[in-house]
C-alpha cells in the first residue's frame, strides 16, 4: 500500500478517458482518495476555482492544491507515491515515455476523432488514415507485454483509450482501424490492459460508452 500522503480528491466525470487515467494510476498506487463527480452541463465552483484556465477534468487536488491535465497528474502522481512506478527510472526512458504519451494525445486521438466524428465523408477518409499510420507507430513500439515493460507503465494508461474506448466507437459508427489483423501485438496489448483487475475495476460500462459515441455520431451525421 501507498503511504498516507494527506487528502486526495479527483474531480472527474464518469466514462472520461482523461480522468480515466488518473484514477487507474491511484489505484495501482494504492492511494485512498476522494472521488467527485462533475456535471460538465453544469460546473460546479469547485471545478472552476481549481482549473479556471480549461474549466474540464480531470483535477486532482492533494492537500488543496490543485493539478489539471491527465499526464501532468500522472507524473505527479509517480513523484508522490513511488510503489508501483508508472515511469522508467532511467532519464532516456523516461524521456521516451513522456514523448509517446504526447504523441498518443497530440497525433492519436486527433485523428481518431476526425475518422469517427466528422460529418464530409472526404475528412473521415483522411482521419482513418492518419489513425491507422498512427497506430502503426505504435504497433511498432510494443515489444513487451504492456509498453511499460510486464507492468503497466505511463504509456499504457496514456493509451487506454486506444484499449477501450476506440473498441467502443468502432463498434457506435462502424469504424475498422484496431483489428488483430492489421495491429496483432497493439491487439493483444488491448486485450492485456482492459482485463487487468485494477484497469477492469476502474473502466465504465461498455455499454454505456457505446450508447454515447452512438448518440454523438448520430447527431453529426443528422440533416440541418
Known amino acids: 500500500m501507498a503511504k498516507e500522503f494527506g487528502e486526495v480528491e479527483l474531480f472527474g466525470v464518469r466514462g472520461s478517458p482523461y480522468a480515466g487515467r488518473v484514477q487507474i494510476a491511484l489505484e ?29 477534468v480531470p483535477v486532482l487536488v492533494h492537500n488543496g492544491r490543485p493539478l489539471a491535465e491527465s499526464l501532468v497528474i500522472l507524473e505527479y502522481i509517480d513523484e508522490i507515491w513511488q510503489n508501483h512506478p508508472i515511469l522508467p527510472q532511467h532519464p532516456y526512458n ?81 469504424l475498422k482501424l484496431l483489428s488483430s489483423k492489421n495491429f496483432p501485438k497493439l491487439s493483444k496489448w488491448s486485450e492485456e490492459y482492459t482485463n487487468h483487475p485494477v484497469v477492469k475495476e476502474n473502466l465504465p460500462q461498455r455499454e454505456r460508452v457505446v450508447g454515447f459515441f452512438k448518440a454523438r455520431y448520430a447527431s453529426i451525421i443528422a440533416p440541418n
Open 28 to 56: 495501482l498506487k494504492g492511494v485512498k482518495y476522494r472521488y467527485v463527480e462533475e456535471d460538465l452541463r453544469n460546473k460546479s465552483d469547485l471545478l472552476l476555482k481549481y482549473n479556471p484556465i480549461h474549466k474540464k
Open 94 to 174: 523516461r524521456s521516451l515515455a513522456r514523448f509517446w504519451s504526447r504523441f498518443i494525445d497530440d497525433k492519436c486521438l486527433p485523428a481518431i476523432s476526425k475518422a469517427a466524428f466528422t460529418a464530409k465523408e472526404e475528412e473521415r477518409e483522411k482521419g482513418t488514415e492518419e489513425s491507422l499510420h498512427a497506430l502503426q507507430f505504435l504497433e511498432d513500439e510494443l515489444k513487451h507485454k504492456f509498453f511499460g515493460g510486464e507492468t503497466i507503465g505511463l504509456v499504457d494508461i496514456a493509451a487506454g483509450f486506444i484499449a477501450f474506448w476506440l473498441p467502443a466507437i468502432q463498434e457506435a459508427v462502424g
